[in-house]
């Protein structure tokens, strides 16, 4: 229980170096894209393969090619979920022109929504079964 706690505050730290690059980068391109999500989840995993290497999984001495791999390989999967689960809820409700206030915050409530669902399911199995093995 004690790692899945970890691994949760590892997502969490994540997802908010995510979710500030993608708003801010939506904010200044006037809406979201798909590829301001690509940057987001590139920051973001790149901070969650990091710390979950050394605090979560406790895997600092082990290759770290393989492990950079096979996480890359869960990262993609992971990026893909997120990044379509926010463009079919953005697309079907409207909400993907964040030039106000009031669709950004729609679009951080979609994009956090979609993270979490992603992370307490995908992401933790796959590194806890997978990359940190």
């Given at each position: 229980m004690i790692k899945f706690l970890k691994a949760q505050a590892s997502s969490l730290?994540?997802?908010g170096v995510d979710f500030t690059v993608v708003v801010?980068?939506?904010?200044?391109?006037?809406?979201?894209?798909a590829g301001v999500n690509v940057?987001?989840?590139?920051?973001?995993?790149?901070?969650?393969?990091?710390?979950?290497?050394q605090w979560v999984f406790n895997r600092e001495k082990g290759a770290i090619?393989?492990?950079?791999?096979?996480?890359?390989?869960?990262w993609v999967g992971n990026m893909l979920l997120n990044t379509a689960g926010v463009w079919l809820i953005?697309?079907?409700t409207g909400w993907h022109d964040v030039s106000n206030k009031e669709t950004a915050l729609?679009?951080?409530?979609?994009?956090?929504s979609?993270?979490?669902?992603v992370g307490f399911t995908y992401s933790y199995?796959?590194?806890?079964?997978f990359v940190f093995k």
């Open positions: 730290i994540a997802t801010i980068l939506s904010a200044l391109a006037g809406e979201w894209s940057i987001g989840a590139l920051g973001g995993g790149t901070a969650n393969f990091m710390i979950n290497r090619g393989g492990q950079a791999l096979r996480y890359g390989i869960t953005l697309h079907f729609r679009l951080s409530i979609v994009k956090l979609v993270s979490l669902l199995i796959m590194q806890k079964r």
